[in-house]
């Protein structure tokens, strides 16, 4: 196949991807070795460095600066000034050179650094996805982006190798707009989930990451519940939830934007775990709480 590049948004660089593409991944159950989040089979196809949405919660670039600085000094900067994005000559290699039929009938995740869908990056996930889909690889695709509605109709006519997930933190709007300040409100991305349900794919929500009740969300209990509710409503496959990690810088950026103290400790995560769990049962949805510190 023939890779085009056209990118509208400026990015922080380029980097040289290597065969192959998909890389072993620990988001997978503990059977296989992984840490128990039913993510993948243990694999992942990541393809950039950084993320223009700029979630001040997300504790990736705690990752890209233990590992990448030394090599990508743009990773100094801070969280969401930076993409990194393949070198077009080297992508087009890898994506020739990956095994693809390796990984037949396996589930792989896209992504869990960056989201797949950005528009710097949306003409490498579409190859990515039209050369895996064809070699027999099913993907379960994470993404907070709009952008993926333009791949619908490619992932429909593989619909029985996708599982198509979303992620959102709240469905309170004004928390909304300080912990994900570049990301679609949570009732678009629910909009986006109706449309792959009726491109007959299999959808799912990861509720992440859950903040304890603070000022501007008082009420966690009326969150979780309105935003299950709303998930039981499309008829969702499965549901997953997790706590805010304390990694990095992320815990101070979102204390600083709060104003407030965030506390994250086994007896408040046990707490959130078990209301979670209580929705699940009360709006009748498949799924599970990962639980980080208890």
């Known amino acids: 196949m023939q890779f085009r590049l056209s990118l509208s948004n400026a990015v922080s660089g380029e980097f040289k991807v290597r065969a192959p593409l998909i890389k072993p991944s620990r988001l ?4 296989r ?3 128990g989040k039913e993510l993948s089979t243990g694999w992942v196809v990541n393809f950039a460095i950084g993320c223009t949405h700029a979630c001040p919660f997300c504790y990736v670039d705690n990752i890209h600066k233990r590992f990448f600085t030394g ?3 743009e990773t100094k900067g801070e969280w969401g000034t930076y993409l990194l994005i393949p070198e077009p000559v080297s992508f087009k290699k890898a994506l ?5 039929h390796k990984w037949r009938d396996e589930l792989v995740l896209m992504s869990s650094t960056h989201d797949p869908f950005l528009p710097q990056l949306l003409p490498y996930a579409k190859a990515i996805l039209e050369t895996g889909l064809k070699h027999g690889v099913h993907f379960l695709i994470q993404t907070r982006s709009l952008n993926a509605l333009q791949l619908l109709p490619i992932l429909a006519e593989y619909k029985n190798q996708v599982i198509f997930q979303v992620s959102i933190a709240t469905v309170n709007e004004t928390l909304r707009r300080v912990i994900e300040p570049h990301v679609s409100p949570a009732e678009a991305r629910l909009m986006m989930l109706k449309k792959a349900k009726e491109h007959g794919l299999r959808i799912g929500v990861i509720i992440a990451p859950i903040i304890p009740p603070n000022k501007l969300r008082p009420s966690l209990e009326q969150d979780l519940d309105t935003l299950m509710r709303k998930l039981a409503s499309i008829g969702v496959n499965q549901v997953f939830g997790e706590m805010l990690h304390v990694r990095g810088f992320n815990i101070k ?9 965030i506390i994250i400790n086994g007896e408040v995560d046990r707490w959130v775990g078990s209301l979670f769990e209580e929705l699940l049962k009360k ?6 709480y990962w639980y980080e510190y208890y």
């Open 28 to 31: 997978t159950d503990v059977s």
């Open 33 to 35: 070795g992984g840490v």
């Open 71 to 73: 090599k990508y000094p």
């Open 96 to 100: 020739e050179e990956t095994p693809w």
């Open 253 to 261: 950026r979102l204390e600083q934007l709060l104003g407030e103290r």
């Open 283 to 288: 709006h009748r949805l498949n799924g599970k």
